[in-house]
């Protein structure tokens, strides 16, 4: 039973690392470019959560809809007046602006005076719940915590899969991650469908934010947990959307175990092992696509 909980356990930890990766594929596929601010979208999402329920007293699960449909506008806001203007600009360039942003803004938190140099609780209803299956001492207790971060992770997977399988939009967005070129060829506005991706990149990262807060805590260097996801998007295959949540899920799991039955320090160090032998045996990930540069 010990190692069936480190397992939920580890799943659990996984997919907010899935998510976090998720948002890096997404950003990737659309526009090839690596947002290092990930981490720290997914830290707004902590304290706007916190905000809509202990300021505006708003319901969890109320407050967990607001807060992402504000992320969500913020990422397609931060895409069209930071990101957009150096489009055509080296990778490089971009890329030193996202983590630009993460700096700015954990230090934009840290200003605001007892809310931002703190830690705080997230008051969601299920708090120190477990789930208890079996009685006795062979009973399985799963914190409640965990489950609901499986069961919103895999829901916010089937959307995403729906809307990118069977909408319009959802269709637009696979034909620009492919080739903008041609996409804008066929009357496909890949400016509108960046700026989409980068707001549903933010939002995604948001949802893990409120996911983790109840386990642990929201505080402002929440988001260096995207060093972890970052990892996650590697094992899976970097240009690979179900790559991004099997990714972190063997993550989580791998930290979990190793946590466990490994000496202290194992586990935080168990995500670089991973990738580097991921990169010895499948430069592309799981899941990656292989490509080769002709010379």
Not at 1 to 8: G, K
Request: glycine residues 12%; contains cysteine.
């Amino acid at each position: 039973m010990q190692f069936l909980q480190l397992v939920i356990s580890g799943v659990a930890q996984g997919c907010i690392y899935g998510l976090i990766a998720l948002g890096f594929v997404l950003i990737y596929k659309a526009t090839e470019t690596v947002n290092f601010a990930q981490g720290d979208l997914m830290m707004l999402g902590g304290f706007l959560g916190l905000s809509c329920m202990v300021v505006l007293g708003m319901p969890f699960w109320v407050a967990f809809l607001a807060t992402l449909a504000v992320a969500m506008l913020f990422g397609m806001l931060m895409e069209r007046a930071l990101l957009r203007p150096l489009l055509g600009q080296p990778a490089f360039t971009v890329v030193m602006l996202t983590i630009g942003i993460g700096y700015l803004a954990r230090g934009l938190v840290t200003m605001i005076p007892g809310w931002g140099t703190e830690t705080h609780t997230l008051p969601v209803p299920y708090k120190d719940e477990v789930l208890r299956l079996g009685s006795g001492g062979d009973a399985l207790v799963l914190s409640m915590e965990h489950m609901v971060v499986i069961v919103v992770t895999a829901l916010l997977i089937a959307i995403l899969f729906l809307f990118f399988r069977y909408t319009k939009l959802g269709v637009a967005m696979q034909a620009t991650s492919q080739n903008q070129l041609a996409a804008f060829y066929m009357g496909i506005p890949v400016r509108r469908i960046n700026m989409l991706v980068w707001g549903i990149s933010a939002a995604v990262s948001a949802c893990a934010g409120l996911l983790l807060a109840p386990i642990t805590f929201v505080h402002v260097n929440m988001g260096f947990i995207g060093l972890k996801a970052f990892p996650a998007a590697v094992v899976g295959g970097f240009g690979s959307i179900p790559g991004a949540l099997v990714g972190g899920l063997i993550i989580g799991i791998a930290e979990s175990l190793a946590g466990f039955y490994l000496p202290e320090g194992f586990k935080d160090i168990a995500a670089y092992v991973l990738v580097l032998v991921m990169l010895v045996v499948l430069p592309n990930g799981l899941f990656g696509d292989k490509m080769r540069k002709k010379v």
